[in-house]
Structures are given as structure tokens and as C-alpha cells.
């Protein structure tokens, strides 16, 4: 947020109504997120003393790098159930606010979000994933791909499925115009929470075989906990 911003509208916390600090959320609340530590830097999974876990180095995901900003947990669930759920796009420039210092941007180049399908977006309104990257492209002054990756099939929810259930979900799912990608090497692909990462996985298998890009990290404000 602007100075000239802050002075006209300071922050005021989306939980208490009370004025904060620097974003929409009070100090004592930011420091209560959960946030991930000693975790496997590509796929975010606990792992001793933060090095690669087994999983990866024996079967390594389509992303190189997985960074995320909290768990999905109390409060940030309820706030991020309501920025998906309940038209509070406005969320968005407070989550990129609070992922944001926990990024490091490495080579990235350009975001890319997660796509929804038509009739998802237009029952919903916004694709909350695309506000999301478009506020943090804003900050970190990376553009923003957008019809890089579209989305064909109108999925189920996968909320309530296992990981090998969304994988079979999220078959021929997604389409790439590789056309949008062209002079970009590493990207990032952006959600709101990571789960399985069968979604993260899917696009990244695609765009590393319809196109040149050389890396595809994993952004999200929260992934949950197993």
C-alpha cells in the first residue's frame, strides 16, 4: 500500500475492525499464521534440516520450487474460504501483501495463474487466482501471463478427494497456448492453497512439454498440512 494510500485509508484489520500496521490484518494476528518451516524446498513437505525429501529426489515434480506462505489454518482459511466463496475479491492485495515477504523471486520472469473454467469464473465473478497474481505482479513488477493456460474441462470440486483421485480429475484438464509464452524461461504459477499439488503438477507437465520454459516454481498464500 502507498503512503498517500495508507494516510487516506489506513489499514484497518479485515478480522477485528481495528486500525493495523501496514496491511489488512493486525501484527498479532500475522504473527499467529503457521507458517513452513523445515520443509522440502521443491514440493513444500516436512523434511529434516529443509533439504530435498526422498520423494523428490526419486521422483521429482514438473516444478522445481515450491513457495508458500502459511498452512491452511486458523484464521487464514476462514478469510481465504470468504476471498473464493463469499466476493471478497478484495482480499487479494492483502494476501499478495502477506505472501510477498516470504518469496524469494530467484530468475522468475512472469506469473502465471492458476486458470478456472468459464462457467466457474462467470458463477463466481473473478477467478481468484488471477487477482491474486495480478496484485503481485504489482508489487514485484512482474507481468502477468494471462491466456497462457486455459482451462477445458469443468472439474469437481476437489476438495474432498485423494491425491490419485485428483489426478484422474485434472486429466486433459488444462490447455496451453504456447504463443504466450514465448522469450520466457522460469515462471511462476500461482494459486490460492496448494493441497496434493495434482493442479500445480498438471500445468507444469503441460507447459514444460508444449513449451521452452525451463522452470515452473509453485507459488501460494497457504498450503494445507498432512
Known sequence: MHELEKWLLPPRCVLTGELADITDLSS????????PSQVCPQCCEPSLQGDLCGACLTQ??????????????????KLIYDFKYHQKPSYARLFAELLVSR??????????AIPTHPLRRRARGYNQAELLAEALGKILQLPVIKQAVIRIKNTSSQTALTSRQRQEN???????????LIGLSHIALVDDVITTGATMQQMAELIHKKTDIKTC??????????
Request: proline share 9%; charged share 25%.
Open 103 to 112: 518469496l524469494q523471486l530467484d530468475n522468475v520472469e512472469a506469473l502465471v
Open 60 to 77: 521429482p515434480p514438473a516444478f522445481s520450487r515450491t513457495q508458500v506462505g502459511f498452512y491452511f489454518a486458523e484464521p487464514l482459511d
Open 28 to 35: 498479532p494476528i500475522i504473527q499467529s499464521l503457521k507458517r
Open 170 to 180: 485434472l486429466k486433459n484438464a488444462f490447455q496451453i497456448n504456447p504463443e504466450r
Open 217 to 226: 516454481q509453485a507459488w501460494s498464500v497457504a498450503k494445507t498440512k498432512r
